[in-house]
């Protein structure tokens, strides 16, 4: 049988936008068998929140699946709705597979019935810009590879997801699986009036996937750029995909980069030592293009390098590139403002010192460098810088020859990556 279901996300603890909602379901009298939250759905700073909004949607009289967001902390298992991170639910024509936090796919799943991935946070590059670089990344991209790996284990039919707020109310289709970006619900106009939007994902029994969007609050009217018909805010006159046409434009990546060999090198005065030499599968069709792709391995390259240094270190920081400066700069003139690129390009040993114009050189020829720490506790809860590695292409010392050199006369670990494409995967 057919099987409808419900979709939303990022309600943020805002309970109009909940009332709102249920309200417009029942006037549009849609036809659902259960409905889907990605996350977001309480509000870290009220205690409870997440199960308060769960409580408050179940007038809907539906079964509730959800998974945990970035804002659903300090909040125990509710008894309303179902944590699909405890496991798959299969209802006959789709298996509804759920990972907010828990980022390890299940072992056991059924192979013979589409699948509905549920994460709160999209795959990396797809639908997933953001309006500030996330810290961790670097980028303005808040997307997981961690998600992007999942989509490549269960290969889904469908995977709905929130958290990228800019590109939510879109759907698209890439290498045969359906992203479907359900944020947000408490979308809301200057006038306060909310224009959330949410889904009606409908699975037949031919497999066959039909994705309906509404808007809380909005009249049907065509589209002024592709002419659809469909609900919209009353004052919007586009669609959310046609608005973000540009951002929604895929070009297929070769299969060769599907499968890398990454060396991981580091020196010494002494020594060179290779820290780790493995291979790495790369989910190639769930990348938007070959620049994101150059994103993501530098994602990948410096997670496995930080994981191993933890092996064997207490403590291991990847210092962020912004602070570099504040931590090595050994003289500041208050009240002067100095912009990164005279650092950058004209750095001044005398002032600034001999070791933080080391780094800048290095900055200068390529911007994905890392400086990484690595520390030993000691008693009370204090640490010891032990190394403080400096991490970067092997093609840089081959241009230029002198930077292991600088690098080890001014105290630092280098430390230097070899990525080479070995073929499918």
Known sequence: MPVSLLAISDIHGKEGAVNAFCKWVKEKKHAFDALIVAGDMGNPQKIGSMCKILRMLKVLNKPIYYVKGNWDVREDSCTEGIDLEEKPVDLGSVVIIGHGRRMSPFKKIPSN?????????????????????????????????????????????????????????????????RYVNVARLDR?????????????????????????????????????????????????????????????????????????????????????????????????????????????????????????????????????????????????????????????????????????????????????VYVIWTMKKLSNNRHLIQNEYVLFNHKLIVKRKDLLSTLLKNGFSPMTYKLTPIGSG
């Not at 990396?124 to 303005?140: E, T, V």
């Open 188 to 368: 809301v106009t200057r006038e306060g009036e909310f224009i959330g939007n949410y889904a009606l994902i409908t699975f037949s029994d031919n497999n066959a996937v039909k994705i309906d969007w509404f808007f809380l609050n909005s009249i049907k009217k065509h589209c002024s750029i592709c002419g659809r018909s469909l609900y919209l805010p009353k004052k919007w006159s586009i669609c959310r995909k046609c608005a973000n046409r540009n951002e929604l434009e895929f070009k297929k990546i070769s299969k060769r980069f599907s499968l890398f060999k990454l060396q991981v090198v580091s020196y010494s005065n002494t020594d060179t030592k290779m820290i780790l030499s493995d291979k790495i599968k790369i989910p190639i069709s769930t990348i938007k293009n070959k620049e994101c792709l150059e994103d993501f391995l530098d994602l990948v390259i410096r997670r496995i390098t930080i994981k191993k240094l933890r092996s064997n270190n207490d403590k291991v920081l990847l210092l962020p590139k912004d602070k570099v400066i504040d931590f090595y700069r050994v003289e500041h003139e208050d009240g002067v403002i100095v912009p990164f690129s005279e650092y950058l390009f004209s750095c001044r040993e005398d002032s600034v010192g001999k070791r933080l114009c080391a780094l800048m050189k290095l900055f200068s020829l390529e911007k994905k």
């Open 113 to 177: 019935k589409p699948i509905l991935l549920v994460t709160h946070y999209p795959p990396f590059s797809i639908m997933d810009r953001s309006l500030k670089p996330d810290a961790p990344h670097g980028f303005n991209r808040s997307g997981l590879p961690e998600v992007n790996y999942l989509v490549d284990t269960y290969k889904p039919k469908v995977h709905v997801f929130g958290h990228s707020h800019s590109l939510g109310g879109i759907d698209l289709e890439l290498n045969g699986v």
